[in-house]
Antibody, heavy 123, light 106 residues
């Protein structure tokens, strides 16, 4: 069974840093692209960052709103996904979801989602 | 960036109704579109990818259609567990973008 379990959320002051983690199990995560998607309270979904699979050297993509402040990475086994968040702003307050991207016939879609972890940026 | 516009933003329906919602992309995205269902306090779940292909385990009462800029999601016979918010998302190009959602209410 595919499982994605996020952790590391909490309350951080503006300008602070935090690292989110996502533990993947039930599949070979190094074979998959994995992304972070966030949702501000009462708002819609926003894509944050992508880590391609090992075959693509874990290369990355970012939303403009986080580029230069956030870094997506994986551990050597590929079983954990991270999001290092620096220079946090109040507008980064959201539930952060870890997702597994499935690739079928050229379609790259968010097939599985974790339960999310809440980040609150406030003084 | 490709803007995704969903309509309506909310709709009221009854159990057993056939429900259709739309998603429009600001530029052509071929069939690189997915639909998600989200219930309050829960993570989204994938329903459809490739505009019309059902994700594994999703019941056939959900169907999607469209290509280019205009897409629809249809629920053939609404059940109590289907009351939720539905999002479309394009993966034709970066940044990946979502629509604002359609909330299906009783």
């Amino acid at each position: 069974e595919v499982q994605l379990v996020e952790s590391g959320g909490g309350l951080v002051q503006p300008g602070g840093s935090l690292r989110l983690s996502c533990a993947a199990s039930g599949f070979t995560s190094s074979d998959h692209y994995m992304d972070w998607v966030r949702q501000a309270p009462g708002k819609g979904l926003e894509w944050v960052a992508r880590s391609r699979n090992k075959a693509n050297s874990y290369t990355t993509e970012y939303a403009a709103s986080v580029e230069g402040r956030f870094t997506i990475s994986r551990d050597d086994s590929g079983n954990s996904l991270y999001l290092q968040m620096n220079s946090l702003k109040s507008e980064d307050t959201a539930v952060y979801y870890c997702t597994r991207v499935d690739i079928i016939s050229g379609h790259y879609y968010f097939a599985y989602w974790g339960q999310g972890t809440l980040l609150t940026v406030s003084s | 960036d490709i803007q995704m516009t969903q309509s309506p933003s909310s709709l009221s329906a009854s159990v057993g109704d056939r429900v259709t919602m739309t998603c429009r992309a600001s530029q052509g995205i071929s069939k690189y579109l997915a639909w998600f269902q989200q219930k309050p306090g829960k993570a989204p779940k994938c329903l459809i990818y490739g505009a019309s292909s059902l994700h594994s385990g999703v019941p056939s009462k959900f169907s999607g259609s469209g290509s280019g800029t205009d897409f629809t999601l249809t629920i053939s016979s609404l059940q109590p567990e289907d009351f939720a918010t539905y999002y479309c998302q394009q993966y034709n190009s970066y940044p990946l973008t979502f629509g604002g959602g359609t909330k299906v209410e009783i």
